[in-house]
């Protein structure tokens, strides 16, 4: 039998589980690369929702490690880019390996001094005959082609990497380190629970989400990376024009399409600093949009609210508040009667050229 992405989904929490156990042998080569080095900035070259799953990873890499972190679209890397003459590593990631854009950025980078790193699930994928060096993000192959647990696992492991890096650089204690791990031992021990509250939650709005035409999801901070990683899953499965959007990029411009069917989607986490101003937004918004939802780690009665009742370090909080999007993108897409195993264009890959198979 086909798996579904809800097969998938369903993995994340051994996956991750998997891939907290496996550190040394899935970074182990990355670990060395690093050990005893000051490592100060990073460029990530990644597309789709490897882009995303670096975005919602960014801010915690940056505050646990103490680095900054550059984003590159490998095709705009490839045909316009340089490497800055301060990054001390570069990392491409490619959950399957077969991103042509992907493969020239790497190609081209290569031509630079720093160490270039490739982060993928395939270990014997195309990409991975570029380096000496590749990382397993430790997910296995995800034959559906709208990723999932493979965002989730990206995410992890990029995580992990951050709190390695402090090690590296005397930014973190052990018992920071201790800390960290236990935090993202205890968050995915929170994914069951997760998808059942989000399963819920679809059920008690399915007339309205199942007529959703324009998906407008927001968030602030880390999830800036979640909401646009949900644009990416909403677009691909459920196919209606969505936008994700950081909550102040909305207010300057896009805000004045709202209108009452409208369908706005809030990614919120309690006591972060953004909250307050999230929840000001979302009131005044709701007085002229008959469809406005939330996404929390908090807790709530309320029909239109999915509270999802854990705790959760605010940079941390993608990878739990990615998965109710993963979730509702498959959900709303078999209620509309989608069928997600017949590719939208069959001939596309063989005209762009997208993929190296």
Known sequence: MM???????????????????????????????????????????????????????????????????????????????????????????????????????????????????????????????????????????????????????????????????????????????NQEYTKLDKLVDEIPNIIHKTEKFYQENKQDLDDVSRITPLGYGPNVGTVREAETKFTETVRVPTQGLEIEAYMHGPIFELHKDSTLIFTEVENSKPYDRSRKLNDFVSKYCDHVYTITNGTSNQKNILGLEIEVDEFMSPLALVVPYQLLSYLISKGKGIDLSIPVYSDFKEVMRSKVE
């Open 3 to 177: 798996e579904t992405m809800l097969d998938y989904i369903q993995e994340e929490k051994p996956v991750l589980k998997s891939i907290l156990a496996n550190k040394e042998k899935n970074l182990g080569p990355f670990i060395k690369e690093i050990k005893g080095k000051s490592i100060k900035r990073i460029l990530f070259l990644a597309t789709g929702s490897s882009f995303n799953s670096v975005l919602c990873a960014k801010l915690y890499m940056e505050e646990v490690a103490n680095i900054t972190l550059d984003i590159e679209e490998p095709y705009t890397f490839y045909e316009y880019g340089k490497v800055p003459a301060d990054i001390d590593l570069i990392i491409a990631v490619s959950q399957r390996g077969t991103s042509t854009s992907t493969i020239n950025a790497v190609k081209k980078a290569k031509e630079s001094s720093v160490p270039v790193f490739i982060l993928t699930s395939i270990m014997d994928s195309p990409i991975t005959k570029l380096v000496d060096t590749s990382l397993d993000m430790g997910c296995g192959i995800e034959t559906v082609g709208y990723s999932t647990k493979g965002v989730s696992a990206t995410i992890m492991s990029l995580m992990m990497m951050a709190i390695e890096l402090g090690v590296s650089s005397n930014h973190l204690s052990i018992d920071d380190v």
